[in-house]
């Protein structure tokens, strides 16, 4: 009888190993039908670790995704010991939500600091330019063009927050999330941002 992937989770499907090396054998070969057999075997497991440890939903998506983003960039670098690649794709995932966890603890701190600065002192205006208008209104024309181009929720975020000047509070009650999860929000929507900028 073939060796068989333990049943690593509720629902996880039970796959013999000899099945197994067949399909990521293919990936080797650049097959991605034979990637998509094995997120189909393992990707719902791989999610359930990874939300165990983030606890939220899109957090462990975006884990999940770059998860299996990282094991096809270095499938040629896995070699079978007597175990399911589950384990090897489980502890990238782990490393994943740990990168996840670390950035929010950073974010957090961040936020906590820049909080409790004191607010500074205005600095002095000079005499605007006489092209000033123009330059600003072009400014803000690119500024919505690279918005539009933004996931809609990223965008909401950086309008309430830098357009709109709101409280992280007001900008956390308005996409009814919690003030930790709107600064990790505004965290990705300024990195996603930089992608579309300049228009």
């Not at 039908?33 to 359930?48: E, P």
């Amino acid at each position: 009888m073939p060796e068989s992937v333990p049943d690593i989770d509720r629902g996880t499907p039970v796959v013999p190993l000899d099945e197994e090396r067949a399909v990521v054998e293919r990936m080797k070969r650049g097959d991605r039908a034979a990637f998509a057999v094995l997120y189909r075997w393992y990707g719902d497991a791989i999610f359930r670790a990874i939300v165990a440890r983030v606890g939220q939903h899109e957090a462990a998506e975006d884990c999940l995704r770059d998860t299996f983003r990282q094991a096809l960039e270095k499938i040629e670098s896995f070699t079978y010991d007597r175990q399911s690649i589950y384990w090897w794709l489980r502890r990238i995932a782990v490393n994943k939500a740990m990168d996840v966890h670390r950035d929010r603890k950073r974010d957090r701190n961040l936020a906590e600091r820049a909080e409790a600065e004191p607010a500074a002192s205005p600095m002095p205006q000079a005499a605007p330019r006489p092209d000033r208008g123009v330059e600003i209104e072009e400014t803000s024309r690119d500024v919505e063009i690279s918005l539009s181009r933004m996931n809609v929720r990223y965008a909401q975020a950086l309008r309430l927050r830098l357009i709109e000047d709101r409280t992280r509070e007001e900008c956390a009650a308005s996409l009814g999330v919690t003030v930790g999860n709107f600064d990790v929000i505004l965290h990705r929507a300024s990195k996603a941002f930089k992608e579309v900028w300049p228009p």
